[in-house]
């Protein structure tokens, strides 16, 4: 297998590592800073406190339909890093009875944050699909299909930021 080197977008955002890590870290939060349109909601309650903790993202995507992930956390550190492995959850169609698909699939995304300075952070989002069979880094170009999406992320958590009433309804 030829593994694909992880992608990733950083951007500077002028507010404390520890005001970007607690929207991170709160899954409830996710659909205000989705940039790829496919979250739907936070499937569960409660803040992410440590590596080990699992949370469920409800989700759409054409070809799937209405579905959920679970995302194992695999890296946290308070403040500075934070990271899950997607897991196929209730109705996507790798759980589907007779699928021979791997529910894990070697996806793992990535925020950390480094301070810049007096009350600003780099925000630095990795994906990495390095572990995940050949064929599905090759239908994503090595995860190269989702900085767009990553990069629009970047800017709506600058936006939660730096002007926390202009994404909300």
């Known amino acids: 297998m030829t593994a694909s080197e992880p992608v990733a977008v950083s951007r500077r955002i002028a507010a404390p ?6 929207i991170l870290a709160d899954p409830r939060r996710h659909t205000d800073l ?3 349109g496919m ?3 936070a499937a569960s309650d409660g803040v992410v406190a440590a590596a080990g903790d699992v949370f469920v993202m409800r989700m759409y995507h054409p070809p799937h339909g209405d579905y959920e992930m679970n995302n194992h956390v695999v890296e946290y550190e308070l403040n500075r890093r934070i990271g899950w492995e997607p897991e196929a959850g209730r109705g996507h169609p790798d759980t589907a ?3 021979t698909a791997q529910a894990r699939w070697g996806h793992r995304w990535t925020y ?20 995940a ?3 599905e880094q090759a239908s994503m170009e090595g995860g190269r299909i989702w900085v767009e999406s990553m990069t629009e992320t970047l800017k709506r958590l600058d936006a939660l930021c730096t002007r926390p009433s202009s994404l909300r309804g």
């Open 97 to 99: 009875p007779g699928s």
């Open 112 to 131: 950390e944050l480094t301070p810049d300075g007096p009350g600003a952070t780099v925000v630095t989002q990795r994906y990495d699909c390095s572990q």
């Open 133 to 135: 069979p050949e064929d």
């Open 17 to 22: 590592a520890a005001a970007i890590f607690a």
């Open 34 to 36: 989705d940039g790829s």
């Open 39 to 41: 979250l739907r909601g």
